[in-house]
Protein backbone atom coordinates (compact mmCIF):
# COMPACT_ATOMS: atom_id res chain seq x y z
CA UNK A 1 0.00 0.00 0.00
CA UNK A 2 1.22 3.23 -1.50
CA UNK A 3 0.12 6.22 0.98
CA UNK A 4 0.32 9.93 0.64
CA UNK A 5 0.03 11.84 3.76
CA UNK A 6 -1.37 15.42 3.91
CA UNK A 7 1.48 16.59 1.71
CA UNK A 8 1.88 19.87 1.32
CA UNK A 9 3.93 21.73 -1.54
CA UNK A 10 5.23 25.15 -2.81
CA UNK A 11 7.00 25.97 -5.97
CA UNK A 12 9.71 29.00 -5.65
CA UNK A 13 9.00 29.83 -1.83
CA UNK A 14 9.29 33.72 -1.17
CA UNK A 15 9.56 34.71 -4.31
CA UNK A 16 6.66 36.53 -6.73
CA UNK A 17 5.88 33.52 -8.40
CA UNK A 18 5.46 31.75 -5.39
CA UNK A 19 3.20 29.01 -6.07
CA UNK A 20 1.29 26.69 -3.66
CA UNK A 21 0.94 23.49 -5.95
CA UNK A 22 -0.15 20.64 -2.69
CA UNK A 23 -1.88 21.88 -0.06
CA UNK A 24 -3.10 19.12 2.42
CA UNK A 25 -3.15 16.52 -0.42
CA UNK A 26 -3.72 12.67 0.44
CA UNK A 27 -3.70 9.56 -1.27
CA UNK A 28 -4.54 5.91 -0.82
CA UNK A 29 -3.18 3.36 -3.38
CA UNK A 30 -4.05 -0.06 -1.93
CA UNK A 31 -1.61 -2.69 -3.72
CA UNK A 32 -1.86 -4.61 -7.09
CA UNK A 33 -3.95 -1.04 -8.29
CA UNK A 34 -3.65 0.30 -11.29
CA UNK A 35 -4.06 4.23 -11.37
CA UNK A 36 -4.54 6.15 -14.57
CA UNK A 37 -4.16 10.07 -13.52
CA UNK A 38 -5.45 12.74 -16.29
CA UNK A 39 -5.69 16.10 -16.06
CA UNK A 40 -4.79 19.44 -17.77
CA UNK A 41 -0.87 21.04 -17.07
CA UNK A 42 0.55 22.11 -13.94
CA UNK A 43 -2.37 20.30 -12.37
CA UNK A 44 0.37 18.35 -10.29
CA UNK A 45 0.45 15.06 -11.90
CA UNK A 46 3.79 14.63 -12.39
CA UNK A 47 4.96 16.37 -9.10
CA UNK A 48 3.01 13.57 -7.69
CA UNK A 49 5.16 11.14 -9.23
CA UNK A 50 8.24 13.15 -8.32
CA UNK A 51 7.09 13.27 -4.94
CA UNK A 52 6.58 9.45 -4.52
CA UNK A 53 9.99 8.52 -5.77
CA UNK A 54 11.86 11.49 -4.26
CA UNK A 55 12.73 13.01 -7.34
CA UNK A 56 11.58 16.23 -5.43
CA UNK A 57 11.18 16.99 -1.93
CA UNK A 58 7.89 18.36 0.57
CA UNK A 59 7.63 20.69 2.49
CA UNK A 60 5.47 19.31 5.01
CA UNK A 61 3.51 15.68 4.39
CA UNK A 62 4.45 11.82 4.87
CA UNK A 63 4.76 9.11 2.30
CA UNK A 64 4.38 6.00 3.39
CA UNK A 65 4.93 2.45 1.50
CA UNK A 66 3.37 -0.74 3.69
CA UNK A 67 3.16 1.66 6.32
CA UNK A 68 6.87 2.24 6.23
CA UNK A 69 7.71 6.47 6.50
CA UNK A 70 9.69 6.90 3.47
CA UNK A 71 9.13 10.77 3.33
CA UNK A 72 13.33 10.99 3.73
CA UNK A 73 14.57 7.88 1.97
CA UNK A 74 16.65 9.75 -1.23
CA UNK A 75 15.59 8.62 -4.61
CA UNK A 76 17.72 5.94 -5.85
CA UNK A 77 16.32 4.14 -2.88
CA UNK A 78 13.37 4.20 -2.86
CA UNK A 79 13.33 3.31 -6.62
CA UNK A 80 14.57 -0.06 -5.54
CA UNK A 81 11.15 -0.97 -5.10
CA UNK A 82 10.08 1.22 -8.06
CA UNK A 83 10.09 0.79 -11.88
CA UNK A 84 9.60 4.51 -13.56
CA UNK A 85 9.36 5.08 -17.26
CA UNK A 86 9.70 8.86 -17.93
CA UNK A 87 7.75 10.84 -21.25
CA UNK A 88 11.15 11.34 -22.78
CA UNK A 89 12.51 7.89 -24.00
CA UNK A 90 16.19 8.92 -23.71
CA UNK A 91 15.76 8.99 -20.37
CA UNK A 92 15.05 5.29 -19.71
CA UNK A 93 17.98 3.63 -22.09
CA UNK A 94 21.88 4.59 -22.42
CA UNK A 95 22.30 5.87 -26.00
CA UNK A 96 26.00 5.11 -25.82
CA UNK A 97 25.69 1.03 -24.90
CA UNK A 98 24.30 -1.85 -26.85
CA UNK A 99 20.99 -3.48 -26.52
CA UNK A 100 22.47 -6.50 -24.83
CA UNK A 101 24.41 -4.06 -22.41
CA UNK A 102 21.51 -2.05 -21.79
CA UNK A 103 19.23 -5.00 -21.11
CA UNK A 104 22.27 -6.68 -18.93
CA UNK A 105 22.32 -4.00 -16.86
CA UNK A 106 19.14 -3.43 -15.87
CA UNK A 107 18.86 -6.65 -15.39
CA UNK A 108 21.41 -6.76 -12.49
CA UNK A 109 19.21 -3.61 -11.01
CA UNK A 110 18.69 -5.02 -6.80
CA UNK A 111 22.07 -7.07 -7.41
CA UNK A 112 25.25 -4.99 -6.41
CA UNK A 113 26.98 -3.62 -8.93
CA UNK A 114 30.73 -5.35 -8.54
CA UNK A 115 33.40 -6.37 -10.25
CA UNK A 116 31.71 -9.37 -12.10
CA UNK A 117 31.46 -9.07 -15.57
CA UNK A 118 28.12 -7.46 -16.40
CA UNK A 119 27.27 -9.44 -19.77
CA UNK A 120 26.20 -12.71 -19.23
CA UNK A 121 26.17 -14.45 -22.45
CA UNK A 122 24.18 -17.56 -21.50
CA UNK A 123 21.17 -14.62 -20.96
CA UNK A 124 20.97 -13.00 -24.41
CA UNK A 125 18.44 -15.67 -25.43
CA UNK A 126 16.52 -15.21 -22.38
CA UNK A 127 16.62 -10.89 -23.16
CA UNK A 128 15.83 -11.59 -27.23
CA UNK A 129 12.71 -13.21 -25.91
CA UNK A 130 11.49 -10.27 -23.97
CA UNK A 131 12.22 -8.17 -26.85
CA UNK A 132 10.82 -10.47 -29.22
CA UNK A 133 7.21 -9.84 -27.70
CA UNK A 134 7.52 -6.04 -28.67
CA UNK A 135 7.13 -7.30 -32.47
CA UNK A 136 9.96 -4.35 -33.20
CA UNK A 137 12.58 -6.59 -34.82
CA UNK A 138 14.70 -5.22 -31.25
CA UNK A 139 16.07 -9.40 -30.80
CA UNK A 140 17.69 -9.49 -33.69
CA UNK A 141 19.78 -6.44 -33.31
CA UNK A 142 21.39 -6.93 -30.01
CA UNK A 143 25.14 -5.63 -30.50
CA UNK A 144 23.66 -2.20 -31.79
CA UNK A 145 23.76 1.03 -29.98
CA UNK A 146 20.69 2.53 -28.21
CA UNK A 147 21.24 6.04 -29.15
CA UNK A 148 20.88 5.34 -32.97
CA UNK A 149 16.99 3.37 -32.44
CA UNK A 150 14.37 5.56 -32.64
CA UNK A 151 12.18 6.56 -29.92
CA UNK A 152 9.55 4.05 -29.91
CA UNK A 153 11.66 1.41 -29.86
CA UNK A 154 13.61 3.14 -26.87
CA UNK A 155 10.94 3.63 -24.87
CA UNK A 156 9.55 -0.23 -25.29
CA UNK A 157 12.69 -1.28 -24.24
CA UNK A 158 12.61 1.12 -21.28
CA UNK A 159 9.31 -0.30 -20.06
CA UNK A 160 10.53 -3.74 -20.60
CA UNK A 161 13.86 -2.51 -18.40
CA UNK A 162 12.54 -1.04 -15.57
CA UNK A 163 9.98 -4.33 -15.03
CA UNK A 164 12.11 -7.19 -15.64
CA UNK A 165 13.67 -7.40 -12.22
CA UNK A 166 11.29 -7.72 -8.99
CA UNK A 167 9.69 -4.28 -8.43
CA UNK A 168 6.26 -3.44 -6.39
CA UNK A 169 5.20 0.01 -8.22
CA UNK A 170 5.94 1.11 -11.62
CA UNK A 171 4.96 5.10 -12.28
CA UNK A 172 4.97 5.48 -15.62
CA UNK A 173 4.73 9.26 -16.45
CA UNK A 174 3.06 9.69 -19.71
CA UNK A 175 5.09 7.34 -21.28
CA UNK A 176 3.36 6.70 -24.39
CA UNK A 177 3.14 10.91 -25.11
CA UNK A 178 6.22 10.76 -27.68
CA UNK A 179 4.94 7.82 -29.39
CA UNK A 180 3.12 7.73 -32.87
CA UNK A 181 0.11 6.58 -32.35
CA UNK A 182 0.80 3.04 -33.58
CA UNK A 183 3.96 2.21 -31.42
CA UNK A 184 1.69 4.13 -28.45
CA UNK A 185 -0.78 1.41 -28.75
CA UNK A 186 1.63 -1.62 -28.65
CA UNK A 187 3.71 0.26 -25.60
CA UNK A 188 0.33 0.45 -23.88
CA UNK A 189 -0.49 -3.40 -24.85
CA UNK A 190 2.54 -4.23 -23.38
CA UNK A 191 2.53 -2.10 -20.30
CA UNK A 192 -1.66 -3.83 -19.38
CA UNK A 193 0.45 -6.87 -19.88
CA UNK A 194 3.38 -6.51 -18.08
CA UNK A 195 1.05 -5.18 -14.95
CA UNK A 196 -1.64 -7.84 -15.12
CA UNK A 197 1.33 -10.64 -15.42
CA UNK A 198 3.51 -8.92 -12.63
CA UNK A 199 0.80 -7.96 -11.10
CA UNK A 200 2.26 -4.26 -9.96
CA UNK A 201 1.05 -1.43 -8.43
CA UNK A 202 1.15 1.27 -11.03
CA UNK A 203 0.69 4.85 -11.00
CA UNK A 204 0.52 5.93 -14.75
CA UNK A 205 0.02 9.47 -15.86
CA UNK A 206 -1.64 9.97 -19.32
CA UNK A 207 -3.28 12.87 -21.63
CA UNK A 208 -4.57 9.96 -23.39
CA UNK A 209 -8.05 9.89 -22.22
CA UNK A 210 -9.05 6.64 -24.01
CA UNK A 211 -5.98 4.61 -22.12
CA UNK A 212 -7.05 6.27 -18.77
CA UNK A 213 -10.52 4.62 -19.66
CA UNK A 214 -9.61 1.09 -21.47
CA UNK A 215 -6.73 0.55 -18.81
CA UNK A 216 -6.25 0.29 -15.01
CA UNK A 217 -9.05 0.23 -11.90
CA UNK A 218 -9.08 3.88 -11.08
CA UNK A 219 -9.30 7.06 -12.55
CA UNK A 220 -8.18 10.35 -10.53
CA UNK A 221 -8.62 13.53 -12.39
CA UNK A 222 -5.85 16.30 -11.10
CA UNK A 223 -7.13 19.61 -10.61
CA UNK A 224 -4.91 22.46 -8.89
CA UNK A 225 -3.06 20.00 -6.35
CA UNK A 226 -6.56 17.86 -6.09
CA UNK A 227 -8.15 15.06 -7.46
CA UNK A 228 -11.41 16.30 -9.06
CA UNK A 229 -12.37 13.28 -9.64
CA UNK A 230 -11.57 9.44 -8.15
CA UNK A 231 -13.41 6.66 -9.66
CA UNK A 232 -13.22 2.61 -9.03
CA UNK A 233 -15.02 -0.11 -8.96
CA UNK A 234 -18.91 0.05 -9.73
CA UNK A 235 -18.46 4.15 -10.10
CA UNK A 236 -15.89 3.25 -12.94
CA UNK A 237 -17.86 0.74 -15.09
CA UNK A 238 -19.13 2.56 -18.31
CA UNK A 239 -16.80 5.40 -18.07
CA UNK A 240 -16.81 7.14 -21.67
CA UNK A 241 -14.22 9.32 -22.72
CA UNK A 242 -17.13 11.76 -23.38
CA UNK A 243 -17.92 11.78 -19.98
CA UNK A 244 -14.18 12.85 -18.90
CA UNK A 245 -13.90 15.45 -21.88
CA UNK A 246 -17.22 17.21 -20.07
CA UNK A 247 -15.52 17.15 -17.11
CA UNK A 248 -11.92 18.23 -18.31
CA UNK A 249 -14.13 21.05 -20.11
CA UNK A 250 -15.83 21.83 -16.78
CA UNK A 251 -13.14 22.34 -14.80
CA UNK A 252 -10.92 24.38 -17.94
CA UNK A 253 -14.16 27.11 -17.88
CA UNK A 254 -13.93 27.32 -14.41
CA UNK A 255 -10.30 28.43 -14.60
CA UNK A 256 -10.74 30.88 -16.97
CA UNK A 257 -9.10 29.57 -20.08
CA UNK B 1 66.09 6.38 -33.93
CA UNK B 2 66.46 8.46 -31.00
CA UNK B 3 64.08 10.42 -31.42
CA UNK B 4 61.72 7.86 -32.10
CA UNK B 5 62.41 6.06 -29.12
CA UNK B 6 62.14 9.29 -26.71
CA UNK B 7 58.77 10.48 -28.33
CA UNK B 8 57.76 6.31 -28.56
CA UNK B 9 58.13 6.50 -24.13
CA UNK B 10 57.24 9.51 -23.70
CA UNK B 11 54.33 8.84 -25.71
CA UNK B 12 53.36 6.01 -23.53
CA UNK B 13 53.74 7.27 -20.50
CA UNK B 14 50.95 10.38 -21.06
CA UNK B 15 48.83 7.60 -21.91
CA UNK B 16 48.51 6.37 -18.77
CA UNK B 17 47.52 9.87 -17.76
CA UNK B 18 45.63 9.97 -21.16
CA UNK B 19 43.32 6.69 -19.89
CA UNK B 20 42.80 8.13 -16.43
CA UNK B 21 41.56 11.49 -18.57
CA UNK B 22 39.61 9.43 -20.81
CA UNK B 23 37.38 8.27 -17.89
CA UNK B 24 36.90 11.30 -16.78
CA UNK B 25 36.53 13.52 -19.89
CA UNK B 26 34.92 10.97 -21.96
CA UNK B 27 32.85 8.73 -19.97
CA UNK B 28 31.64 10.83 -17.11
CA UNK B 29 31.75 14.04 -19.66
CA UNK B 30 33.64 16.04 -16.39
CA UNK B 31 36.32 18.58 -16.78
CA UNK B 32 38.43 17.60 -14.13
CA UNK B 33 41.15 20.24 -13.59
CA UNK B 34 42.65 17.86 -10.21
CA UNK B 35 44.92 16.15 -13.16
CA UNK B 36 47.15 19.77 -13.24
CA UNK B 37 47.73 18.52 -9.36
CA UNK B 38 47.49 15.35 -8.94
CA UNK B 39 50.15 14.35 -12.09
CA UNK B 40 52.46 15.99 -9.41
CA UNK B 41 51.27 14.56 -6.28
CA UNK B 42 52.36 11.27 -7.76
CA UNK B 43 55.63 12.60 -8.51
CA UNK B 44 55.97 14.25 -4.93
CA UNK B 45 55.05 11.09 -3.70
CA UNK B 46 57.34 9.24 -6.04
CA UNK B 47 60.14 11.53 -5.04
CA UNK B 48 59.80 11.33 -1.29
CA UNK B 49 60.27 7.98 -0.62
CA UNK B 50 63.39 7.67 -3.46
CA UNK B 51 64.94 10.34 -1.08
CA UNK B 52 64.09 7.81 1.84
CA UNK B 53 65.24 5.19 -0.01
CA UNK B 54 62.45 3.39 -0.46
CA UNK B 55 62.24 0.77 -3.18
CA UNK B 56 61.12 2.55 -6.35
CA UNK B 57 58.40 -0.40 -6.77
CA UNK B 58 56.42 0.73 -3.93
CA UNK B 59 56.16 4.08 -4.89
CA UNK B 60 54.12 2.64 -7.76
CA UNK B 61 50.78 1.73 -5.21
CA UNK B 62 51.44 4.96 -3.30
CA UNK B 63 51.31 7.56 -5.62
CA UNK B 64 47.94 6.04 -7.20
CA UNK B 65 46.66 6.05 -4.02
CA UNK B 66 47.30 9.74 -3.30
CA UNK B 67 45.98 10.17 -6.95
CA UNK B 68 43.00 8.39 -6.03
CA UNK B 69 42.76 10.37 -2.58
CA UNK B 70 42.66 13.36 -4.65
CA UNK B 71 39.93 12.04 -7.09
CA UNK B 72 37.83 11.16 -3.96
CA UNK B 73 38.39 14.75 -2.60
CA UNK B 74 37.12 16.04 -6.14
CA UNK B 75 34.57 14.19 -6.44
CA UNK B 76 32.90 14.84 -2.80
CA UNK B 77 33.24 18.71 -3.59
CA UNK B 78 31.49 18.09 -6.27
CA UNK B 79 28.73 15.96 -5.34
CA UNK B 80 28.49 16.17 -2.12
CA UNK B 81 28.71 19.96 -1.42
CA UNK B 82 27.32 20.62 -4.78
CA UNK B 83 30.17 22.64 -6.35
CA UNK B 84 30.23 22.97 -10.22
CA UNK B 85 32.13 20.54 -11.60
CA UNK B 86 35.54 22.90 -12.89
CA UNK B 87 35.03 24.53 -9.99
CA UNK B 88 35.51 21.59 -7.89
CA UNK B 89 38.61 20.60 -9.68
CA UNK B 90 40.58 23.85 -9.86
CA UNK B 91 39.11 24.11 -5.94
CA UNK B 92 41.86 21.31 -5.16
CA UNK B 93 44.52 21.79 -7.78
CA UNK B 94 45.08 24.92 -6.09
CA UNK B 95 45.30 23.29 -2.38
CA UNK B 96 47.21 20.53 -3.74
CA UNK B 97 50.10 23.02 -5.04
CA UNK B 98 50.56 23.57 -1.31
CA UNK B 99 50.59 19.63 -0.61
CA UNK B 100 52.74 18.58 -3.09
CA UNK B 101 55.34 21.17 -2.38
CA UNK B 102 55.26 19.69 1.51
CA UNK B 103 55.11 16.59 0.54
CA UNK B 104 58.50 16.90 -1.58
CA UNK B 105 60.07 18.98 0.57
CA UNK B 106 61.18 22.05 -2.04
CA UNK B 107 60.04 22.83 -5.28
CA UNK B 108 62.47 20.67 -7.77
CA UNK B 109 63.95 17.40 -5.85
CA UNK B 110 66.51 15.73 -8.56
CA UNK B 111 66.84 11.67 -7.91
CA UNK B 112 70.20 11.41 -9.82
CA UNK B 113 71.83 9.06 -7.65
CA UNK B 114 68.88 6.65 -7.08
CA UNK B 115 67.53 3.77 -8.25
CA UNK B 116 64.20 3.54 -10.25
CA UNK B 117 62.31 1.47 -12.17
CA UNK B 118 64.62 2.13 -15.49
CA UNK B 119 67.98 2.37 -13.75
CA UNK B 120 68.43 -0.68 -11.19
CA UNK B 121 71.41 -3.15 -11.05
CA UNK B 122 69.52 -5.85 -12.41
CA UNK B 123 68.84 -3.57 -15.53
CA UNK B 124 72.57 -2.54 -15.45
CA UNK B 125 73.42 -6.17 -15.33
CA UNK B 126 71.91 -6.30 -19.26
CA UNK B 127 74.17 -5.57 -22.61
CA UNK B 128 74.37 -2.34 -22.91
CA UNK B 129 72.10 -2.68 -26.66
CA UNK B 130 69.78 -3.93 -24.32
CA UNK B 131 69.43 -1.22 -22.17
CA UNK B 132 68.88 1.35 -24.74
CA UNK B 133 65.23 -0.46 -25.46
CA UNK B 134 64.50 -1.19 -21.25
CA UNK B 135 62.77 1.81 -20.87
CA UNK B 136 60.63 1.55 -23.66
CA UNK B 137 59.54 -2.58 -22.85
CA UNK B 138 59.02 -1.63 -19.38
CA UNK B 139 56.90 1.22 -20.49
CA UNK B 140 55.14 -0.47 -23.04
CA UNK B 141 53.82 -3.25 -20.25
CA UNK B 142 52.53 -0.92 -18.06
CA UNK B 143 50.36 0.75 -20.29
CA UNK B 144 49.51 -1.87 -22.00
CA UNK B 145 48.56 -3.67 -17.98
CA UNK B 146 46.58 -0.34 -17.39
CA UNK B 147 45.07 -0.81 -20.61
CA UNK B 148 43.56 -4.22 -20.19
CA UNK B 149 42.89 -3.75 -17.07
CA UNK B 150 40.44 -0.38 -17.47
CA UNK B 151 39.20 -2.78 -20.63
CA UNK B 152 38.47 -5.72 -18.11
CA UNK B 153 36.85 -2.73 -15.69
CA UNK B 154 34.62 -1.49 -17.78
CA UNK B 155 33.17 -4.14 -18.58
CA UNK B 156 32.24 -4.94 -15.42
CA UNK B 157 28.62 -4.19 -13.49
CA UNK B 158 30.61 -1.28 -11.78
CA UNK B 159 32.42 -0.21 -14.86
CA UNK B 160 28.33 -0.59 -16.94
CA UNK B 161 27.58 2.17 -14.37
CA UNK B 162 30.12 4.27 -14.63
CA UNK B 163 29.60 4.59 -18.30
CA UNK B 164 25.95 4.94 -17.75
CA UNK B 165 26.57 7.75 -15.02
CA UNK B 166 28.43 9.77 -17.74
CA UNK B 167 25.43 9.18 -20.18
CA UNK B 168 22.93 9.28 -18.28
CA UNK B 169 22.67 9.71 -14.44
CA UNK B 170 19.00 9.02 -14.94
CA UNK B 171 18.94 5.93 -15.58
CA UNK B 172 21.51 4.85 -12.95
CA UNK B 173 18.74 6.34 -10.08
CA UNK B 174 16.12 4.39 -12.03
CA UNK B 175 18.68 1.19 -11.29
CA UNK B 176 18.14 1.87 -7.44
CA UNK B 177 22.34 3.46 -7.20
CA UNK B 178 23.48 6.59 -6.31
CA UNK B 179 25.23 8.25 -9.39
CA UNK B 180 27.09 10.72 -6.92
CA UNK B 181 28.73 7.50 -5.45
CA UNK B 182 29.73 6.10 -9.07
CA UNK B 183 30.89 9.94 -9.93
CA UNK B 184 33.38 10.10 -6.93
CA UNK B 185 34.51 6.62 -7.90
CA UNK B 186 35.34 6.94 -10.85
CA UNK B 187 37.27 10.45 -10.25
CA UNK B 188 38.85 8.51 -7.85
CA UNK B 189 39.78 5.59 -10.31
CA UNK B 190 40.96 8.36 -12.95
CA UNK B 191 43.35 10.30 -10.95
CA UNK B 192 45.29 6.83 -9.46
CA UNK B 193 45.72 7.13 -13.37
CA UNK B 194 47.06 9.97 -13.40
CA UNK B 195 49.23 9.94 -10.36
CA UNK B 196 50.76 6.79 -12.08
CA UNK B 197 51.86 8.87 -14.93
CA UNK B 198 53.19 11.48 -12.51
CA UNK B 199 55.14 8.65 -10.40
CA UNK B 200 56.61 6.82 -13.91
CA UNK B 201 57.37 10.31 -15.38
CA UNK B 202 59.48 11.31 -12.40
CA UNK B 203 61.21 8.10 -12.08
CA UNK B 204 61.68 8.57 -16.00
CA UNK B 205 63.45 11.93 -15.92
CA UNK B 206 65.08 11.65 -13.08
CA UNK B 207 63.39 14.74 -10.81
CA UNK B 208 60.71 16.40 -9.47
CA UNK B 209 59.51 19.42 -10.23
CA UNK B 210 56.57 21.71 -8.48
CA UNK B 211 55.49 22.97 -12.26
CA UNK B 212 55.43 19.50 -14.02
CA UNK B 213 51.44 19.62 -13.93
CA UNK B 214 50.96 22.78 -15.52
CA UNK B 215 49.18 22.17 -18.90
CA UNK B 216 48.52 18.21 -17.87
CA UNK B 217 45.03 18.59 -18.85
CA UNK B 218 45.20 20.04 -21.77
CA UNK B 219 47.81 17.69 -22.99
CA UNK B 220 45.35 14.54 -22.03
CA UNK B 221 42.67 16.20 -23.57
CA UNK B 222 44.39 16.39 -26.85
CA UNK B 223 45.71 12.95 -27.00
CA UNK B 224 41.99 11.53 -25.93
CA UNK B 225 41.16 13.41 -28.92
CA UNK B 226 43.54 12.30 -30.87
CA UNK B 227 42.68 9.42 -30.73
CA UNK B 228 39.35 9.28 -30.51
CA UNK B 229 38.70 11.22 -33.00
CA UNK B 230 41.35 10.73 -35.93
CA UNK B 231 41.00 6.81 -35.25
CA UNK B 232 37.23 6.98 -35.37
CA UNK B 233 37.36 4.94 -38.56
CA UNK B 234 39.13 2.31 -37.26
CA UNK B 235 36.15 0.31 -35.76
CA UNK B 236 38.24 -2.89 -34.65
CA UNK B 237 40.03 -0.43 -32.18
CA UNK B 238 39.01 -0.30 -28.64
CA UNK B 239 38.25 3.44 -27.23
CA UNK B 240 41.05 2.95 -24.54
CA UNK B 241 43.34 1.31 -27.76
CA UNK B 242 42.88 4.74 -29.42
CA UNK B 243 44.16 6.92 -26.48
CA UNK B 244 46.75 4.96 -25.80
CA UNK B 245 48.03 5.42 -29.55
CA UNK B 246 46.44 9.15 -30.09
CA UNK B 247 49.04 10.16 -27.01
CA UNK B 248 52.21 8.52 -29.05
CA UNK B 249 50.23 9.79 -31.81
CA UNK B 250 50.20 13.72 -30.60
CA UNK B 251 54.04 13.48 -28.59
CA UNK B 252 55.12 12.20 -32.47
CA UNK B 253 53.38 15.51 -33.65
CA UNK B 254 55.30 18.07 -30.92
CA UNK B 255 58.28 16.06 -31.48
CA UNK B 256 58.80 16.60 -35.44
CA UNK B 257 57.04 20.27 -34.58
CA UNK B 258 60.17 20.76 -32.30
CA UNK B 259 62.53 18.99 -34.61
CA UNK B 260 61.33 21.25 -37.31
CA UNK B 261 62.05 24.47 -35.49
CA UNK B 262 59.26 24.94 -33.76
CA UNK B 263 60.26 27.37 -30.76
CA UNK B 264 59.74 25.86 -27.63
CA UNK B 265 58.50 29.37 -26.57
CA UNK B 266 55.53 29.11 -29.03
CA UNK B 267 54.75 24.96 -27.71
CA UNK B 268 52.01 26.05 -25.76
CA UNK B 269 50.59 28.19 -28.09
CA UNK B 270 50.36 25.84 -30.61
CA UNK B 271 49.33 23.16 -28.54
CA UNK B 272 45.81 25.34 -27.76
CA UNK B 273 45.53 26.05 -31.31
CA UNK B 274 45.85 22.58 -32.48
CA UNK B 275 43.35 21.36 -30.16
CA UNK B 276 40.78 23.94 -31.10
CA UNK B 277 41.03 23.06 -35.13
CA UNK B 278 41.17 19.46 -33.78
CA UNK B 279 38.23 19.75 -31.65
CA UNK B 280 36.27 21.90 -34.10
CA UNK B 281 36.92 19.47 -37.21
CA UNK B 282 36.09 16.51 -35.30
CA UNK B 283 32.79 17.71 -32.93
CA UNK B 284 29.70 16.02 -33.58
CA UNK B 285 28.16 18.85 -32.61
CA UNK B 286 24.81 18.17 -33.41
CA UNK B 287 24.81 15.26 -31.04
CA UNK B 288 23.89 17.87 -28.53
CA UNK B 289 24.21 15.98 -24.95
CA UNK B 290 20.87 16.42 -23.10
CA UNK B 291 21.78 16.63 -19.39
CA UNK B 292 19.39 15.32 -16.99
Known sequence: MLELQSIHKIYQRGTVNETCLFNDFSLTIPDKQFVCVVGSNGSGK???????????????????????????????????RIGR??????????????????????????????????????????????????????????????????????????????????????????????????????????TGKIVAEKKLTTIMVTHNLRYAVEYGDRLLMMHQGHAELDLSGEARKGLKVEHLLTKFNEISIECGN | ??????????????????????????????????????FPLGAAV?????????????????????????????????????????????????GLYSVNLHIAGRSNVQL???????????VSSLSFEMQTYVPVIILAALTLLAKVLMDLYLATRSGFLLRATGDNPTLVSTLAKDSGSVKILGLA???????????????????????????????????????????????????????????????????????????????KLVTAALLLIIIVLGSDRKKVKRRA
Do not use: W
Open chain 1, 85 to 190: VYQDPSRGTCPSMTILENMSMADNKGKPFNLMPCVNKKKTAHYQELLAQLGLGLEDKMGVMVGSLSGGQRQAMALLMSTMTPIEFLILDEHTAALDPKTAEIIMQL
Open chain 1, 46 to 80: TSMLNIICGSIPVDEGKILISGTDITSMPEHKRLR
Open chain 2, 1 to 38: MTLLLSVLEQGLIYAILALGVYITFKILDFPDMTVDSS
Open chain 2, 112 to 122: FMNDTIFKNPL
Open chain 2, 189 to 267: IANALVALSGCIMCQYQRYFDISMGTGTLVLAVASVIVGTQLLKGLRFLRATTAVVLGSILYKGCVALALNFGLSPFDL
Open chain 2, 46 to 94: TALMMTKGISPLLTIPASMLAGALAGVLTGVIHVRLKVRDLLSGIIVMT
